[in-house]
């Protein structure tokens, strides 16, 4: 079993959709929560950091953590083509080496 | 927000040729930097974490005599594929961590090995 699960997609959602992405951890010990957004042949960017339980909100984007169910989510209100991309969640447990451990990244395309 | 660059974005080189890829955090110090390999549609595999000052360390099975590692200031980091074989060729992607313990990616290199 993976640490981090993540479904590959690809997702194909309308312009104007609200976009639900998820993973599912099994290292209890993580702590800290990042959602990236990878273009093509990019380098990911960060979208979204949570430390611990809870819900984060910028701009379009919310991030929910649930550390009871070890599974968490990013939602994209009004989605928008430029939204189209490879969104990946990364956790760590914060230690001193900091690795981030990755899911597979799930393709979404927002059809306009 | 925080930027990192690599140089070159792109690099084509003949087998047994050695490669050198530059990594630079711009606006922050980072006192650690990750190097990371992705091929087609797979995500992010770490190969080895960067630390100013002292020797990488790397992950299991990453040959560290092939991929030569030295982070010589608090802003840049230098990842020297060896004697490149056409295996090698993949995208890499570093990133680098500020005080904050948040990881900054920069835009990635492609290597081609022929």
Redesign the interface.
């Known amino acids: 079993q993976k640490e981090v699960e993540q479904d590959p997609g690809p997702l194909s959602v309308p312009e104007g959709a609200i976009v639900s992405l998820n993973c599912t951890y099994s290292n209890s010990a993580f702590q ?1 929560f ?1 959602w ?1 957004r990878q273009y093509s ?6 979208l979204m ?1 949570t430390y611990s339980s809870g819900n984060k909100e910028d701009g379009r984007f919310t991030a929910q953590v649930d550390k009871s169910s070890k599974y968490i989510s990013l939602f994209i209100r009004d989605s928008q083509p430029s939204d189209s991309a490879t969104y ?1 969640c990364a956790m760590s447990n ?1 230690g001193a ?4 451990i ?4 799930t393709l979404l395309a927002v059809q306009p | 927000g925080a930027v990192v660059s690599q140089h070159p974005s792109r690099v084509i080189c003949k087998s047994g040729t050695s490669v050198k890829i530059e990594c630079r955090s711009l606006d922050f110090q980072a006192t650690t930097m990750f190097w990371y390999r992705q091929f087609p549609k797979q995500s992010l595999m770490l190969m080895a974490t960067s630390n100013e000052g002292s020797k990488a360390t790397y992950e299991q099975g990453v040959e560290k005599d092939k991929f030569l590692i030295n982070h010589a200031s608090l802003t840049l980091s230098t990842l020297t594929v060896t004697s490149a074989h056409p295996e090698d060729s993949s995208f890499y992607i570093c990133s680098a961590r500020d005080l904050a313990y948040t990881q900054y990616f920069g835009p990635g290199t492609r290597l081609t090995v022929l």
């Open positions: 800290y990042m990236y042949r990019k380098g990911p960017e960060l950091y990946l914060g080496t900091n690795k981030l990755f899911g597979t990244g």
